[in-house]
Each structure stands twice: as structure tokens, then as C-alpha cells.
């Protein structure tokens, strides 16, 4: 098993630009969420899907746009590219929502200029 | 607004001596406590987990100790080692929620 899967794992955009982050995983897992990560804020939930189908907003996800037409694929959209999103991104997936460890990928690195 | 407050920020600890990261609370309807270890270039990991009807969790050398009427909780790591050198992330989450809230992250450096 691969666990979870992100690509790519380092990208620089310009402002403006769109891209979209891969993740991928193949544990059969239901919930499936997007994190960022920027020094002394911790992981900050953008958005979170709890099965094929199902997305909803976490804490920061303004700028950003999830879909989850399968159980193994939940990328992430940066519609317009802005400096505040330069961060490191992760995602994670579990069994379920409920009291399961998080299993995350190894990150992607974006910075946009 | 960080509903987790983590501390300390960074911790330098001989090898051999406790390491103890500390993690305060609001939201009393968190009922499930993690806490992940993170290597440079590597995403979070599990280490260990508690739930507020115990007041101690063992797991090797890692401890977590949980304060419910203070809503508090840590995390000790007994003996520790140059291996141990990791961000530590403490987390809460509600029964009914689906969404894990982090403390902002403890950086530890165990010298040889």
C-alpha cells in the first residue's frame, strides 16, 4: 500500500495562477480532508469530504475548491493564486471521521510569487 | 482563533532527560485527544491518543497525562533520545464533529 499520495511536491506559482493539488489514497478510507501548514499556526483544516460525493468547509477555505467524485482521489483547487497561500499542504485520509488516526501525505510545498 | 494553545514553542532537552509539551483547551465538548510527530519533509504521524474518562495513557516512553476540570493535557517523553527530535502537534476533537482542531505545533531538539 501506498498510504496517501501527493503530487507534486514542490511548486512555485505566480499570483493569479491556478493549479490543482493531487491526493490520492488506497486504503479504501471514507474521510478524506486538506490541511495547510504554516509555522506557528499548526494544521488548519481547508476542506474535508466524509465519502464520495461529500465535501464541506473547514476553518480557512476561502480560495480554495475540493471535489470528491471518487473514494481515492481528493484534490485541491487554488482558483486565483495569492502570496497568502504560500504554505505547505497536506492531506490526510482515515477509516472514518470519528476518532480514527489520520494517516497524512508527505506534503506539498507551494510558494506563489 | 486557536481553540488548541500549545506550548511550549520549541524545547531543547538533553539526551536521557523528560520532555514534557503542554496543551490547554476551551471547548468542552472535545472528547478525543491525539497527539502526532512530525519529521522534517514528512507529514504528521499518530503517536498516541487519549479520551477523557482515563487521566493517563502509556505508550513506551511517551505519556499523555489528561486533566479534564482543567482542560489540559500533555504530553511526556520519558528518556528521551536524538531520535525524538520531531514537531509534536497536540489535537482535539468532538464525538459528534468531523473536524480535528491543532495546536500551533512544539518543535523538540534532543542533543546527544
Known amino acids: 500500500n501506498a498510504g496517501v499520495t501527493q503530487t507534486p511536491k514542490f511548486q512555485v506559482l505566480k499570483t493569479g495562477q491556478s493549479m490543482t493539488l493531487q491526493c490520492a489514497q488506497d486504503?479504501?478510507?471514507?474521510?478524506m480532508s486538506w490541511y495547510r501548514q504554516d509555522p506557528g499556526m499548526g494544521l488548519r483544516l481547508i476542506h474535508y469530504?466524509?465519502?464520495?460525493?461529500?465535501?464541506d468547509q473547514g476553518e480557512v477555505p476561502n480560495g480554495y475548491n475540493v471535489s470528491r467524485s471518487t473514494t481515492e482521489d481528493f484534490p485541491l483547487r487554488l482558483l486565483s493564486a495569492a502570496p497568502s497561500q504560500t504554505s505547505v499542504y497536506f492531506c490526510?485520509?482515515?477509516?472514518?471521521?470519528?476518532?480514527?488516526?489520520?494517516?497524512f501525505g508527505d506534503g506539498t510545498r507551494l510558494s506563489i510569487l | 482563533q486557536q481553540q488548541v494553545k500549545q506550548s511550549p514553542q520549541s524545547l531543547i532537552v538533553q539526551k536521557g532527560g523528560i520532555s514534557i509539551i503542554n496543551c490547554a483547551y476551551e471547548?468542552?465538548?472535545?472528547?478525543?485527544f491525539p497527539w502526532y510527530q512530525q519529521f522534517p519533509g514528512k507529514g504528521p504521524a499518530l503517536l498516541i491518543a487519549?479520551?477523557?474518562?482515563?487521566s493517563e495513557k502509556k505508550e513506551g516512553r511517551f505519556t499523555i497525562s489528561f486533566n479534564k476540570s482543567a482542560k489540559q493535557f500533555s504530553l511526556h517523553i520519558m528518556d528521551s533520545q536524538p531520535g525524538d527530535s520531531a514537531t509534536y502537534f497536540c489535537?482535539?476533537?468532538?464525538?459528534?464533529?468531523?473536524?480535528?482542531?491543532f495546536g500551533e505545533g512544539t518543535q523538540l531538539t534532543v542533543n546527544p
Open positions: 490526510a485520509s482515515s477509516y472514518s471521521y470519528f476518532n480514527q488516526p489520520q494517516h
Open positions: 486504503m479504501n478510507h471514507e474521510y
Open positions: 469530504s466524509v465519502g464520495a460525493g461529500i465535501t
Open positions: 471547548n468542552t465538548a472535545f472528547d478525543y
Open positions: 487519549i479520551r477523557p474518562d482515563v
Open positions: 489535537a482535539a476533537q468532538e464525538t459528534s464533529g468531523s473536524r480535528l482542531t
